[in-house]
């Protein structure tokens, strides 16, 4: 009988380990089922922020190249703007000194051959020019001056001259201004293209 009960607490025994490791094994597989699921949700959950990530990156650099190409184009601009506003600075002040004195002579000399009938005509020019154009244009053109020219003291015109006629229907300017206007319209595109090849 000992041996029965023996055999029986074996058997029990031997039952009580195969279930226990039955469900230990059970539990196992689920654990594993379960941490792979959540690795695998894990691992998405890092892959979409891996993206969302690179994504944000991405529109940030982009943003920021076009800002710094933006502001690098404002720079140019406003150096291309400094550089020309100089330059017509420069230019008016070198070409009126140069439109003053003997050149105002000889323009007027010019104009008078060229014209031949200036009856009515006005010379205008800057009120420091006038009286010494009009002494010159008595004692150099007096028959032009009784004819009707005038030298007219004119606080627009800065340097340089402007002969009116017809009434100021008619003007042949060549005051600093005009030269200026003229010089730039010429030497803009060229200064434009200058500053660009400059930029690369």
């Known amino acids: 009988m000992a041996e029965e009960l023996q055999s029986l607490l074996e058997k029990i025994q ?8 039955a469900e230990a094994a059970e539990l196992i597989s689920e ?61 008016l002040d070198e070409v009126g000194k140069t439109l003053t004195g003997d050149f105002l002579q000889t323009y007027l000399l010019k104009v008078v051959e060229q014209l031949g009938d ?14 010494a154009l009009l002494a010159f244009a008595r004692t150099k053109l007096g028959a032009a001056v009784q004819g009707g020219l005038k030298v007219v003291a004119d606080q627009d015109v800065g340097a340089g001259i402007s002969v009116r006629m017809d009434g100021g229907r008619i003007e042949h300017s ?4 005009s030269v200026l206007e003229a010089m730039t319209a010429t030497l803009r595109p060229s200064l434009a293209k200058l500053l660009s090849e400059s930029g690369k």
């Open 14 to 21: 031997r039952e009580g380990i195969e279930k226990a490791n």
């Open 31 to 91: 654990a594993k089922k379960k941490a792979a699921e959540l690795l695998s949700d894990a691992e998405r959950k890092v892959a979409e922020l891996n993206h969302k990530a690179e994504s944000d990156a991405a529109v940030l650099l982009s943003r920021s190249e076009q800002s710094i190409r933006q502001a690098a184009r404002d720079i140019v601009l406003g150096v291309r703007q400094a550089v020309s506003d100089t330059l017509s600075r420069v230019l």
């Open 118 to 131: 200036v009856s009515g005509a006005e010379v205008h020019v800057a009120p420091a020019d006038a009286e």
């Open 174 to 177: 060549f005051t600093a201004q």
